[in-house]
């Protein structure tokens, strides 16, 4: 059966399919910001405990969630300790310059070879970079904006500047 209900991560409206029969060990999540996963039954009705751990982590798992999804390595489960890996997981932006990289990585895939620009949702979709809240978001934009990395081209959507391929291709370069 398919039900809108709060994502488990971010709190956000998402589309689940949760077998209310307990035939299947799964409940599974669409959400317009953290992207597509499974929580395990047993996670997911058993653990309230770990439930809310998740959630004071929520930017790190949505960020996660997403990025794997946008790479094209869907169907991520989260159970009772699959979630903890991905804290530690070396995807995992730990400053804010390195959630700026992030947001850039995500114009950059989006725009692809069209170069047609980026809606960053005004900051609505936060996991994106990382973000913990709609305000990191923004302030990120400015940021790379104001750096000359991002070009604004009006109602929140974002082209990546030749300044801003060249400091990812810096950066993909130096951590290789």
């Not at 409940?27 to 009705?45: A, E, I, L, R, T």
């Not at 949702?121 to 991002?150: F, Q, T």
């Not at 500047?161 to 130096?174: D, Q, V």
Request: aromatic letters at 10%; glycine letters at 8%; charged letters at 25%.
């Amino acid at each position: 059966m398919s039900d809108t209900e709060k994502c488990i991560i971010c709190g956000g409206v998402a589309e689940t399919l949760i077998d209310r029969s307990n035939l299947y060990n799964y409940c599974f999540y669409n959400c317009p910001n953290c992207g597509d996963f499974y929580v395990s039954q047993k996670f997911y009705h058993k653990e309230p405990q770990a439930l809310e751990e998740v959630r004071r982590h929520a930017a790190v798992i949505s960020g996660y969630i997403r990025e794997m999804n946008e790479m094209g390595h869907h169907g991520k489960c989260l159970t009772n300790t699959s979630w903890v890996s991905i804290l530690d997981d070396k995807l995992v932006p730990k400053t804010l310059d390195e959630k700026a990289i992030k947001l850039l990585q995500y114009v950059a895939r989006h725009m692809g070879r069209t170069s047609e620009p980026v809606n960053l949702y005004h900051g609505e979709r936060p996991a994106i970079c990382y973000g913990s809240s709609k305000d990191e978001v923004l302030l990120l934009i400015g940021m790379m904006a104001e750096n000359g990395y991002l070009k604004p081209q009006g109602d929140g959507f974002y082209i990546l500047t030749e300044k801003g391929r060249e400091f990812l291709e810096n950066k993909e370069t130096a951590a290789m």
